[in-house]
């Protein structure tokens, strides 16, 4: 068996080297994915269109004009007194958030300390409306301190954010996108290269020959392991010296997780090879599973949010606790007895998954 699989896997590996279009897609698209998700994968607001009723025209309400544009997140775009005109400029797009300042606006603040302004936002997007707000309204307030003149606070509120202190966003999201591009190359290039192999005809003519089933299957997810591997490293590369993502850990923790779950990915993909029998379909069927995969793995949702029956689905997802793993690695510099119970789910999903797919991998081709 051994001489067998050793024959078959230099056949794979010099298949997959001939074969331009597949080593593009395994080794150039997923780093490229990385880097353009890296920067677009964010709930960070960096700039935001505003929209100004000015109905007091003083220097009070000009200064928090000033204010917010000073801070670099907000670009006035125009202002006029018209509400009817700032509320197209919204229905348009033109604008992300209108600010309506009243007339008596510099009067009330000098007088009674307190003034109202009124925020509009465009609220499709509701966490970036949130996020919008939520710096609009700190600039407002600084200011109005400032002119009003109001005492001090006799507490003073400290806050510090542990792992990630500049709360910069890509930390978060960098290691969560690599473990989807890991899945996904994984996954969808095993069942579409097995399924190749089907529609080619080869799949019959190796089944009469005395290589076994057993052989065939490592020599067809022993290569994909390891070029799976190779392609945690370029992402690691890259997302600790083009994002700046920081590997406080150990990153051989990292790849003794990723050796473990690309087991159950291949997985997966193998099942999904014997359930259909074009790559049209094994396309259709992967990115299926990737959606729901994507949805219930915490990378664009936080789990907490979710229902509780909801939660304990997706604690099954071994993407779920894979992007908790390196998250942990990565940040915190979790060690192997820290992120134990991560890699106690990954290897019973790994062996679960593997042996379910082979076996119906035999049974299909029996």
């Known amino acids: 068996m051994l001489r067998s699989l050793r024959f078959l896997l230099r056949k794979e590996f010099l298949q997959i080297r001939r074969d331009k279009v597949i080593l593009r897609m395994l080794l150039v698209m997923p780093l490229v994915q990385l880097v353009v998700l890296g920067n677009a994968a964010t709930f960070e607001v960096t700039r935001a269109r505003l929209?100004?009723?000015?109905?007091?025209?003083?220097?009070?309400?000009?200064?928090?004009?000033?204010?917010?544009?000073?801070?670099?997140?907000?670009?006035?775009?125009?202002?006029?007194?018209?509400?009817?005109?700032?509320?197209?400029?919204?229905?348009?797009?033109?604008?992300?958030?209108?600010?309506v300042l009243p007339a008596g606006f510099e009067r009330d603040l000098v007088r009674d300390r307190r003034a109202p302004v009124q925020f509009i936002l465009n609220a499709e997007d509701g966490s970036a409306a949130g996020v919008t707000q939520?710096?609009?309204?700190?600039?407002?307030?600084?200011?109005?301190?400032?002119?009003?003149?109001a005492a001090q606070p006799t507490v003073e509120v400290r806050r510090r954010g542990w792992y990630n202190p500049e709360l910069d966003?890509?930390?978060?999201?960098?290691?969560?996108?690599?473990?989807?591009?890991?899945?996904?190359?994984?996954?969808?290039m095993t069942a579409l290269n097995?399924?190749?192999?089907?529609?080619?005809?080869?799949?019959?003519?190796?089944?009469?020959?005395?290589?076994?089933r057993s052989a065939f299957i490592a020599a067809k997810l022993i290569p994909l392991w390891a070029i799976g591997l190779v392609e945690l490293a370029a992402g690691l590369l890259i997302a600790r010296f083009l994002f700046g993502v920081p590997m406080v850990g150990n990153p051989a923790?990292?790849?003794?997780?990723?050796?473990?779950?690309?087991?159950?990915?291949?997985?997966?993909?193998?099942?999904?090879?014997?359930?259909?029998?074009?790559?049209?379909?094994?396309?259709?069927?992967?990115?299926?599973?990737?959606?729901?995969?994507?949805?219930?793995?915490?990378?664009?949702?936080?789990?907490?949010?979710?229902?509780?029956?909801v939660q304990w689905v997706a604690r099954a997802n071994p993407m779920l606790h894979f992007i908790h793993l390196m998250r942990g690695v990565m940040m915190k510099g979790a060690g192997l007895a820290d992120v134990a119970p991560q890699l106690a789910v990954l290897a019973t999903a790994s062996v679960v998954v593997l042996t379910a797919a082979v076996r119906f991998h035999h049974k299909r081709t029996a």
Do not use: C
């Open 51 to 99: 929209y100004v009723v000015d109905h007091d025209r003083t220097s009070a309400t000009r200064a928090v004009v000033d204010r917010l544009s000073a801070s670099g997140r907000f670009v006035p775009v125009a202002t006029s007194a018209s509400g009817a005109a700032a509320d197209a400029a919204l229905l348009d797009r033109d604008a992300d958030m209108i600010i």
């Open 169 to 188: 966003y890509r930390d978060y999201m960098v290691p969560g996108i690599l473990v989807q591009l890991l899945t996904l190359i994984g996954t969808l």
């Open 134 to 149: 939520g710096y609009a309204l700190e600039i407002v307030r600084r200011y109005a301190a400032e002119r009003s003149g």
């Open 253 to 309: 923790v990292v790849f003794f997780a990723g050796g473990i779950y690309l087991v159950a990915a291949l997985g997966i993909g193998l099942w999904i090879s014997t359930v259909t029998e074009t790559q049209q379909q094994a396309v259709f069927v992967t990115f299926s599973i990737m959606l729901v995969y994507l949805l219930m793995s915490g990378l664009f949702t936080p789990m907490r949010a979710m229902p509780e029956w």
């Open 194 to 212: 097995i399924v190749r192999e089907k529609e080619a005809g080869t799949l019959d003519q190796l089944n009469v020959t005395p290589v076994t």
